[in-house]
C-alpha cells in the first residue's frame, strides 16, 4: 500500500485532529503518500484532496474540531455518488482510507467496501457519545465529559447562591453516558438517560422526599435522548407540581464538542490512528480500531455499530446511593 487517504466524518469532536496527525505522520513514516480529504463522504465525492506532509498537521494536537472539517453526505447514499467517489480515489491511486468516525461513518464505509473491494478502509471511532461496541471510550468522549461536568460544577455555584433546582441537558440523543458519568462526578440529584426508563413518579417522590428535606439546591442531568423530551419539558412538569421551587433550565448543547482534548485524548486518539495505518498495511479492511482495557483492538463495522454498549449498572447504582 502505497497511497492512503484520511478524513473525518459525521459530528465532530475532541481529539480529531490528533488522530489525522498521526494516521499522517505514521504514513509518512512508512513510505506512503497520504491524502486529507476534506468534509468526509461528500470530499470523496467532489474530489476535495490535499496531499499532505509532515508540517501540514503541525500544531493541532492540541485543537478541538477537526482541521479537514466534517459534513454529512445525501450523495454518498446513492450508487452515482459513491460512483464518483471511487473514480476519484482511484484516479490518485488510493487504495486505503483511515475513516474517523461513528455510526453513520462505518455503515457508509462498509457499503462502499463491498462494491468495490479493492478499496480497504480502516475506522478510528471518532464521536463524543461514547456509543460504539469494541473500545472503552471514543474519541472526544473524555473531553466531552470532562467539558460537562466542569459547566455544572458552575451552575452548581449559583445554584446554591440561590436556593435554585436546576435541570441540566448535556449531549446523548441516544446513550446517555455523558449524562451518567459528569452527573457522579458532579454530585447530580438525579440523572436521566435514554438506556433507563424514566419513572417520573419516582423523581417526584425523591425531590419531596429527599431534596426538599435536606438540600437548599440541586442538580438534575437529562441526556437530550431521554424518553422524558429533555430538560426543558421536566423542569416544566416538576415545576406545575411543586409551584414553590425555583427552578432553571440551562442545555449545554454544542459547547461540549469543542475545546482542547484532555492529554488522554490526545494520547488515545494518536495511538488508534497509528494503529489504523499499520492495520492497512497488514491488510485489514472493514475493522474499528478501538481500546479495551488500554489494549487496542479490532472490531468488525458491522459489529461496533450493531452492538451498542450498556450503561453500567453499578453506576446507576451509585447515583441513587450517592444521591
Given at each position: 500500500?502505497?497511497?492512503?487517504?484520511?478524513?473525518?466524518?459525521?459530528?465532530?469532536?475532541?481529539?480529531?485532529?490528533?488522530?489525522?496527525?498521526?494516521?499522517?505522520?505514521?504514513?509518512?513514516?512508512?513510505?506512503?503518500?497520504?491524502?486529507?480529504?476534506?468534509r468526509?463522504?461528500?470530499?470523496?465525492?467532489?474530489?476535495?484532496?490535499?496531499?499532505l506532509?509532515?508540517?501540514s498537521?503541525?500544531n493541532?494536537?492540541?485543537?478541538?474540531?477537526?482541521?479537514?472539517?466534517?459534513?454529512?453526505?445525501?450523495?454518498?447514499?446513492?450508487?452515482?455518488?459513491?460512483?464518483?467517489?471511487?473514480?476519484?480515489?482511484?484516479?490518485?491511486?488510493?487504495?486505503?482510507?483511515?475513516a474517523?468516525?461513528?455510526?453513520?461513518?462505518?455503515?457508509?464505509?462498509?457499503?462502499?467496501?463491498?462494491?468495490?473491494?479493492?478499496?480497504?478502509?480502516?475506522?478510528?471511532?471518532?464521536?463524543?457519545d461514547?456509543?460504539?461496541?469494541?473500545?472503552?471510550?471514543?474519541?472526544?468522549?473524555?473531553?466531552?465529559?470532562?467539558?460537562?461536568?466542569n459547566?455544572?460544577?458552575?451552575?452548581?455555584?449559583?445554584?446554591?447562591?440561590?436556593?435554585?433546582?436546576?435541570?441540566?441537558?448535556?449531549?446523548?440523543?441516544?446513550?446517555?453516558?455523558?449524562?451518567?458519568?459528569?452527573?457522579?462526578?458532579?454530585g447530580?440529584?438525579a440523572?436521566?438517560v435514554?438506556?433507563?426508563?424514566?419513572?417520573?413518579?419516582?423523581?417526584?417522590?425523591?425531590?419531596?422526599?429527599?431534596?426538599?428535606?435536606?438540600?437548599?439546591?440541586?442538580?438534575?442531568?437529562?441526556?437530550?435522548?431521554?424518553e422524558?423530551?429533555?430538560?426543558?419539558?421536566?423542569?416544566?412538569?416538576v415545576q406545575?407540581?411543586?409551584?414553590?421551587?425555583d427552578?432553571?433550565?440551562?442545555?449545554?448543547g454544542?459547547?461540549?464538542?469543542?475545546?482542547?482534548?484532555?492529554?488522554?485524548?490526545?494520547?488515545?486518539?494518536?495511538?488508534?490512528?497509528?494503529?489504523?495505518?499499520?492495520?492497512?498495511?497488514?491488510?485489514?479492511?472493514?475493522?474499528?480500531?478501538g481500546?479495551?482495557?488500554?489494549?487496542?483492538?479490532?472490531?468488525?463495522?458491522?459489529?461496533?455499530?450493531?452492538?451498542?454498549l450498556?450503561?453500567?449498572k453499578?453506576?446507576l447504582?451509585?447515583?441513587?446511593?450517592l444521591?
Open positions: 500500500m502505497k497511497k492512503i487517504a484520511v478524513f473525518t466524518s459525521g459530528g465532530d469532536a475532541p481529539g480529531m485532529n490528533a488522530c489525522i496527525r498521526a494516521v499522517v505522520r505514521t504514513g509518512l513514516y512508512f513510505g506512503m503518500e497520504v491524502y486529507g480529504v476534506y468526509g463522504y461528500e470530499g470523496l465525492i467532489k474530489d476535495d484532496f490535499e496531499k506532509a509532515s508540517k498537521v503541525s493541532i494536537i492540541q485543537k478541538g474540531g477537526t482541521f479537514l472539517h466534517s459534513a454529512r453526505s445525501e450523495r454518498f447514499r446513492t450508487k452515482e455518488g459513491r460512483a464518483l467517489a471511487y473514480k476519484n480515489l482511484t484516479a490518485r491511486g488510493i487504495d486505503g482510507i483511515v474517523i468516525g461513528g455510526d453513520g461513518t462505518f455503515t457508509g464505509a462498509n457499503v462502499f467496501m463491498n462494491e468495490y473491494p479493492d478499496i480497504s478502509i480502516v475506522g478510528c471511532p471518532g464521536t463524543i461514547n456509543d460504539l461496541f469494541g473500545t472503552d471510550y471514543t474519541i472526544g468522549y473524555l473531553t466531552a465529559v470532562n467539558t460537562a461536568m459547566a455544572i460544577d458552575n451552575i452548581k455555584d449559583t445554584a446554591g447562591a440561590h436556593d435554585r433546582l436546576f435541570f441540566v441537558e448535556v449531549m446523548g440523543r441516544d446513550a446517555g453516558f455523558i449524562a451518567l458519568r459528569s452527573g457522579i462526578a458532579t447530580a440529584e440523572i436521566m435514554p438506556e433507563t426508563s424514566t419513572d417520573k413518579a419516582v423523581l417526584m417522590e425523591f425531590l419531596e422526599n429527599n431534596y426538599q428535606k435536606k438540600k437548599s439546591s440541586g442538580i438534575v442531568i437529562v441526556a437530550e435522548g431521554d422524558s423530551g429533555g430538560a426543558k419539558e421536566l423542569a416544566e412538569m406545575e407540581k411543586y409551584p414553590k421551587y427552578i432553571r433550565v440551562t442545555i449545554l454544542h459547547v461540549q464538542r469543542g475545546g482542547r482534548p484532555t492529554c488522554l485524548e490526545r494520547v488515545n486518539a494518536s495511538r488508534m490512528g497509528l494503529e489504523a495505518v499499520k492495520a492497512l498495511m497488514n491488510g485489514q479492511k472493514g475493522v474499528m480500531i481500546m479495551v482495557n488500554a489494549q487496542i483492538t479490532y472490531t468488525p463495522f458491522n459489529k461496533a455499530t450493531k452492538h451498542h450498556d450503561v453500567n453499578s453506576l447504582e451509585m447515583v441513587e446511593i444521591s
